[in-house]
Nanobody, 123 residues
Framework: EVQLQASGGGLVQAGGSLRLSCAASGFTFDDYDIGWFRQAPGKERERVSCISSSDAIPYYRDSVKDRFTISRDNAKNTAYLRMNSLKPEDTAVYYC????????????????WGQGTQVTVSS
């Protein structure tokens, strides 16, 4: 069974940092792309970052560029999202998702999703 377990969320003050983890099981992690998404109350889910299974070149949406860093450790079947200089507007439930490289190239079209972890940034 394909499973993704997101963890590492919490409550931090503005300017603080968190590292989210996405532990994967049930599939060949090396062959799958990873995406990080977030959804704030009353807003659409948006992709924050993604990293490919091939060249591992990351993508970041403009609002988090230069603050967030995505990475993956294939030996541990785990992906990460390091979040620095957090702002109150980063408050959301963060999800990790995965797909193989032939599944889709659409931003929001992923095959499997984790349960999400809450990130709250206070001012």
């Amino acid at each position: 069974e394909v499973q993704l377990q997101a963890s590492g969320g919490g409550l931090v003050q503005a300017g603080g940092s968190l590292r989210l983890s996405c532990a994967a099981s049930g599939f060949t992690f090396d062959d799958y792309d990873i995406g990080w998404f977030r959804q704030a109350p009353g807003k659409e889910r948006e992709r924050v970052s993604c990293i490919s299974s091939s060249d591992a070149i990351p993508y970041y949406r403009d609002s988090v560029k230069d603050r967030f860093t995505i990475s993956r450790d294939n030996a541990k079947n785990t992906a990460y999202l390091r979040m620095n200089s957090l702002k109150p507007e980063d408050t959301a439930v963060y999800y990790c998702a995965t797909r193989d490289r032939w599944y889709s190239r659409n931003e929001n079209d992923y095959a499997y999703w984790g349960q999400g972890t809450q990130v709250t940034v206070s001012s």
